[in-house]
């Protein structure tokens, strides 16, 4: 059975794009068979942060129907698969959010994990990244105002029936007024799936358009990222 997981966040900048890119490397480099969606439509960067700008056939034209998605599928660090989305106005207009449940059922036959980059907030394309997926964690940064969104996002998710497995905590720093992982725990009533520290080993791969678990390997974030890979590959096989 394939794992369709969306990864969700109220606001942008919060890493979640990150998360997914260093997490989908992880599990690649663990012989996992994943596969990587940017359904941020709008905003796609996922390609970028990959260093893969240069893919012609994006998911935009797949969406926008007459292209297979065999086409936009390229190969990502590790031999993870990757499915971006192009940058140009007149492609986003073109796309038909719609046929989006169609590539997710498409890409879960042929891959153990899908992991989905949605927009950030609740929008109806927020909405509808989340709903495609089988599970959702909710990307947060340790204070209050994205806990209390999170927790939206975790209502909503339950509504639309998609499981919320955890949280990952991101940008964090220890400071005395961050929120720390017991009290995320109790309060989103999910387990924290991991902490990824805010790191400048990060910032320095995505200038360079590429993973920080490759580029930078002994980073902190990079630990934790394989950390989270670890994890997620363990909850699957006691399912
Ligand atoms: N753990 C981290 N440490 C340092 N910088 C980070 C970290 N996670 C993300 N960033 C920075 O924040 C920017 C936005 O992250 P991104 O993953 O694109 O957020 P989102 O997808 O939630 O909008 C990245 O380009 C990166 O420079
Ligand atoms: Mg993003």
Redesign the pocket.
């Given at each position: 059975m394939s794992r369709v997981i969306v990864l969700a966040?109220s606001?942008?900048?919060?890493?979640?794009?990150?998360?997914v890119?260093n997490v989908g490397v992880a599990m690649a480099q663990l012989k996992q068979e994943v596969v990587v969606l940017d359904a941020?439509i709008m905003?796609a960067?996922l390609g970028l942060?990959l260093g893969l700008e240069e893919q012609r056939v994006t998911l935009h034209d797949v969406l926008a129907g007459g292209v297979k998605l065999s086409d936009a599928i390229s190969i990502g660090q590790e031999g993870m698969r990757v499915v971006s989305s192009g940058v140009s106005l007149e492609g986003i207009q073109k796309a038909k959010l719609e046929r989006l449940k169609k590539v997710v059922n498409e890409l879960s036959k042929k891959f153990e994990f899908l992991l989905i980059?949605g927009p950030?907030g609740l929008d109806r394309d927020a909405i509808t990244a989340i709903s495609i997926a089988q599970e959702v964690i909710l990307?947060v940064t340790p204070d209050i105002a994205s806990l209390s969104n999170a927790f939206k996002t975790k209502l909503i998710a339950e509504r639309l029936n998609v499981k919320p497995v955890g949280v990952v905590t991101?940008?964090v720093t220890w400071k005395d007024f961050e929120i720390p992982p017991e009290k995320i725990n109790a309060t989103m009533e999910l387990p924290v799936l991991a902490s990824?520290?805010?790191?400048?080993?990060?910032?320095r791969s995505?200038a360079l358009g590429e993973p920080v678990v490759t580029h930078s390997p002994k980073s902190k974030?990079a630990r934790e990222f394989k950390k989270l890979a670890r994890t997620l590959v363990k909850l699957s096989g006691t399912d």
């Open positions: 966040s606001k942008g900048g919060a890493g979640k794009t990150t998360v890119a941020d905003m960067n942060l980059d950030s990307v991101t940008r990824i520290p805010e790191d400048p080993a990060v910032r995505v974030a």
